[in-house]
């Protein structure tokens, strides 16, 4: 039989899914114009576009009689999503409203989720029972000095409870969990655990959990979170990180797998012991509701949910159940229920890996048994499945998590039989502990062992270069995977031949390694400052060499802007100071790129820790170096220098001036990056003697006023000044006393938030500016090495033509570069500064010629 023979045929998409598709759409909808109507105008444009979408469909159905059905189905599924999503949102508008008078009061409420802690104590989600806010849902930061309550106990509390305030952009994220008001309590208790039957099932949750802390180790950090949903034990940990890497989560977090392997073992177990059909669907329902509940009822598990019941009636009533048609109806039956969960990311990735594998899985597996040799048939189903899924949900992962693993298929074929086997003998534990605690407890440590064993393999396949890769959010991500499913749907191609397959399959595994190598590393020298909002990241460039100084505010951030540069390797890591907007990111750089060793300033050393490998969690940052004024290292032709902070110092700095300040030189170009320096900082840099001329600012604390000083300024008298500044950002950054300081000392500004990312090329005679963003212009600066005549050729930024026809960047003070005569030959490598002191060097002179600086680079 040829493999045409044995391939699957297209499966037809019934019209229940073209309508749950219709109803999600509508959901979106109904939400934006829910916003939009108390004042949120930038949903509007979403809304346009449904409306415009809706009278294509109507005039299409008017000029087509044959496509009146389809057209019709899809309109009744917008406006049932939209009405429910409407609803929902009148809903929780009446309640915030509700919450600004409420003010100062005790609170009495059950626990809904298990509480994730937190730098400043653990939130708790809580929905109240009793009083004005009757049903709500509200996050509450528990009092550091109580025990966080367990999920499913009775609380009372006594805070001050804030609405969600719908100008804030992270507004809409926090009512999309349904949560409608904010609050800190200063007094709290826990209460006894809910009445009935949810109660009885939470109490008996949180004391099989209490017997899986005894399972120690990486095993017992998987175990609570996936048999039972508790991850607060695993968060943080390594073994966190390399399923992240892997792209594994989805088998720790209780999703609609775990309730599917649940409900076989009880099907497995009812139908060993001889019960009947009905009664044994009807248990394995019952089974499945009450595991959902007791791990917190996660929306992906409420979809699996409901199609275990579509199934179960259509098993009882005789009827041939279909996948597709399943799938749908239980993304109808959750959005009813909660039609703000098609934001749920969760229940993105649920949906779409389901309906992936529904559609397209049969067809994978078998061009992937087609393509290899007998020998490997029995992983090659399992590869290409998640594969499949992996494809399908890229535009999801790209745009939540900023990477995809390149090893997801391989590592999921191993680890989901291992993680599978784990789940079904916990499950035989945690119900065997009570009645029987020897068994329970044996089970649960096997279980912990084999958990054990699948983190030891995730650990060495994680330290594979090239396992997962950044990647962005773009058009070509977002678009790409839906065109592509639905031209293979509409084609079907069948293997004609294991040539042809193997052709494919080869094809596949050749374009992941080429993408795991990546493009190859610019050999130019460039300096670029990344728009990661409001935070620092800037990338030095040389030589195929890279430096990244800081990493951002937060990690997926931090891999978009990676990915939009192509960086797999990083060979100095340097964290200026100890604050989240330049160390956000720092976890997600491990999960990407290699790291050759990280630098930060020595006299803050105790915020520090967590970056030597000693310390576990560093592990990936490479070596770890304390940075002092006067360490100097070479990144391919360019000369870093450190200009602060000392290696001690006997006054107390504030966290800002503890800011490494770096001075970069190749040849007749220099730049400054001044992290969040701020005066301290600024006047011990400028008592050295490298505070000199530059051409390039990176300007100190996104520009905010107690930031640059007009000393500082008049020390470097910058020609171009670079902000890294997010859009609309809380701090009024940069400050107009800031901007106007610069203005009048004939510097240029460019700021992120406006240009996007500023790329500086620096060339042997000049450099030129440009921002990414479509509108900005280019900044060119040709230098001359003879002063009689300098040459400057600009093009204004973000200025009408008229003014630079009549002068107006006339004031400017253009630096003239003249090649160092003891400019080193470029360096083989980025070597890390010398344990001993560097030298120092004398100030160097001035000579002012017809209104123009120039910088005479004398011996050092």
Known sequence: MSPAEGAPRRPSIPQVAWFACAMWIGCMLGESVSWALHGDTSVWRPAAVATAVAGILGAAAKRWPVARGPVLLLLAGIVAGAGVSGMQGLAWHRQSETVADCGAREWVGSVEADPMPGRFGSTVRVRIRGGPLDGARVRVYWPPEEPAPDLGRMVRFSAVLKPVVTAEPWSRRVARSGAVALGTAWRAETGSWRPGVMGR??????????????????????????????????????????????????????????????????????????????????????????????????????????????????????????????????????????????????????????????????????????????????????????????????????????????????????????VSLALWTGLGGSVAAEPVPLVGEWLLRVSGAILEATARIARAMAATPGAAVSIGAGPAVTIGPVLAAAGVWLWWPVPRSRGIARIVVASAVGLSVAAAIGPGVARSATLLVLDVGQGDAILLRDGGRTMLVDAGPDDVTMKRALARHGIRRIDVLVFTHAHDDHTGGAAGLKQVVEIGWTGYPAVDRTHFGWVEPAAGSGAGYGDGRPLKTGDQWRLGGTLVTVLWPPAECDDELGTNDTSVILRIERGGFDALLGGDAERTALEGAASGPGLEAVEVLKVPHHGSDNGLTAEALGFLAPSDALISVGEGNDFGHPCASTLAMLSNAGCRTWRTDQAGDLLVRIGRSGYTITGSRRGTSVSVRARMNSPRRPLIAVVPFARPPSEAMHGSQGSRRPQAGLPHIRRGRTAARARPPPVAGAHRRGRRPYLQLRGVRWRVRGPR
Do not use: K
């Open 201 to 418: 099932l939470f109490a008996w949750r949180a004391r099989i959990l209490g017997r899986m802390h005894a399972v120690v180790g990486p095993g017992g950090d998987l175990l609570e979170g996936i048999v039972l949903g508790d991850r607060r034990r695993l968060m943080g940990t390594p073994a966190d990180e390399d399923f992240r890497v892997l792209g594994l989560t989805h088998l720790v977090a209780v999703s609609g797998s775990h309730l599917a392997l649940a409900c076989s073992a009880v099907a497995v177990l009812g139908t060993m012991l001889g019960v009947r059909r009905r009664p044994l669907t009807v248990m394995t329902l019952v089974a499945g509701a009450a595991y959902a509940a007791v791990t917190g009822m996660a929306y992906a598990a409420l979809r699996s949910l409901m199609m275990l019941g579509v199934a179960a009636v259509g098993e009882m009533s005789g009827r041939r159940g279909d996948g597709v048609a399943s799938l749908a109806t239980g993304v109808m039956a959750v959005l009813t229920l909660e039609p703000w969960s098609v934001y749920d990311i969760g229940f993105q990735l649920s949906v779409l890996a389901v309906g992936s594998l529904l559609l397209f899985g049969g067809l994978a597996t078998v061009w992937a048994e087609t393509g290899v040799p007998s020998w490997g048939r029995f992983v090659a189903g399992p590869v290409a499945l998640t594969f499949v899924a992996q494809a399908v949900t890229v535009p999801v992962i790209a745009a939540c998590f900023g990477m995809v693993s390149l090893l997801a298929p391989v590592a999921n074929a191993y680890a989901g039989p291992l």
